[in-house]
């Protein structure tokens, strides 16, 4: 099976998608972490520490150790680390 995302993904609540647990594989192709912006804004909050890195264009990459605000709109990627990543995405509609 071709999965069309590089993570797997998980809703928290059975009654919407506005929390979903992602896991990113540490057999993930960096290839596939690309660039790319989304149509809501997005808090990311870490489930464990890794040294995995998120990036926001025009600015340097930072440890995933908090949680993060991805305005709508935003350019940003994820930085391949060692082990797996699993992190909470809140899907905010208004920000």
Do not use: A, Y
């Amino acid at each position: 099976m071709v999965s069309k995302f590089p993570f797997q993904e998980d809703c928290l609540t059975t009654d919407s998608d506005n929390f979903v647990v992602r896991r990113f594989k540490e057999t993930v192709d960096s290839e596939e972490l690309k660039w790319h912006w989304d149509e809501e804004t997005r808090v990311i909050h870490p489930i464990h520490r890794t040294d995995w890195l998120f990036q926001m264009d025009n600015e340097l990459p930072i440890e995933i150790i908090e949680r993060i605000i991805i305005p709508k709109g935003s350019w940003h990627r994820l930085i391949k680390g060692t082990g797996d990543l699993s992190i909470i995405v809140e899907k905010k509609s208004d920000i």
